[in-house]
């Protein structure tokens, strides 16, 4: 039994670094490029049309049966959206981004993903902060050495609610060439894909017609 429970706090922390890790790359571009030898539109010659989507990136976790799942509705948004636009108008470059937090927020949330991460550790591995630190132990601590499992749990799925709480923007910004197509944070909603199409259409053929 207590090698099943050190196996499950194992993934737990596991997790929590994995997140430390990546944390950084989840708001790199993940771009998605057309075929450079798809005909353009119209007879003359424009400069590539570049769509980029900024939406809010949601990291969730659920723990059903034991298995880790990762849910990213406004991520999903962006990839149905970019393969429909790139069907509709093959010409088009589309690419998305995280829309980054406040520094200040981002900066809390680092520490507190840091935070989990060594305490997850001191209660997996029974560290004495009493000793380490010369203070008395705190009676949440005593709990949490008595019930690791219940404790871990907790404090993983707490400290990720906070850290998504500060991260959260709820953005989904869609630019082109840097123009303001949609603002989710003006607007309040995510447009239809027609109300897109219609947008998109419409700023092609003004650049077609000032080409």
């Given at each position: 039994?207590?090698s099943?429970?050190?196996?499950?706090?194992?993934i737990?922390?596991?997790?929590?670094?994995?997140?430390?890790?990546?944390?950084?790359?989840?708001?790199?571009?993940?771009?998605?490029h057309p075929d450079?030898d798809?005909?353009?539109?119209?007879?003359?010659?424009?400069?590539?049309?570049?769509?980029t989507?900024?939406?809010w990136?949601?990291?969730?976790i659920l723990?059903?049966?034991?298995f880790i799942?990762?849910?990213d509705?406004y991520?999903?948004?962006?990839?149905?959206?970019?393969?429909?636009?790139?069907?509709?108008?093959?010409?088009?470059?589309?690419?998305?981004?995280?829309y980054?937090p406040?520094?200040?927020?981002?900066?809390?949330?680092?520490?507190?993903?840091?935070?989990k991460?060594?305490?997850?550790?001191?209660i997996l591995f029974e560290?004495?902060l009493a000793?380490?630190?010369?203070?008395s132990?705190?009676p949440?601590?005593?709990?949490?050495?008595q019930?690791?499992v219940?404790a871990?749990?907790?404090?993983f799925?707490?400290?990720?609610a906070?850290?998504?709480?500060?991260?959260?923007?709820?953005?989904?910004?869609?630019?082109?060439?840097?123009i303001?197509?949609?603002?989710?944070?003006?607007v309040g909603?995510?447009?239809q894909?027609?109300?897109?199409?219609?947008?998109?259409?419409?700023?092609?053929?003004?650049?077609?017609?000032?080409?």
């Amino acid at each position: 039994m207590s090698s099943v429970v050190f196996c499950v706090l194992s993934i737990f922390a596991v997790l929590s670094l994995r997140d430390l890790r990546y944390s950084d790359a989840n708001l790199k571009q993940e771009n998605m490029h057309p075929d450079e030898d798809e005909p353009k539109r119209g007879a003359g010659k424009i400069a590539p049309q570049t769509i980029t989507f900024l939406y809010w990136y949601a990291y969730i976790i659920l723990l059903v049966f034991l298995f880790i799942c990762d849910i990213d509705r406004y991520k999903q948004a962006f990839e149905d959206y970019a393969r429909l636009i790139q069907s509709q108008f093959p010409g088009v470059v589309v690419k998305g981004e995280t829309y980054p937090p406040p520094p200040y927020k981002a900066t809390v949330a680092e520490v507190i993903r840091a935070l989990k991460i060594v305490l997850i550790l001191c209660i997996l591995f029974e560290v004495d902060l009493a000793f380490l630190l010369n203070i008395s132990i705190p009676p949440i601590y005593v709990w949490a050495m008595q019930n690791k499992v219940s404790a871990c749990l907790m404090l993983f799925f707490m400290s990720t609610a906070v850290e998504n709480y500060l991260l959260s923007t709820g953005a989904f910004e869609i630019f082109m060439n840097d123009i303001p197509l949609w603002s989710k944070l003006d607007v309040g909603r995510i447009p239809q894909i027609t109300e897109l199409f219609g947008i998109i259409n419409a700023h092609l053929n003004l650049s077609y017609t000032l080409s």
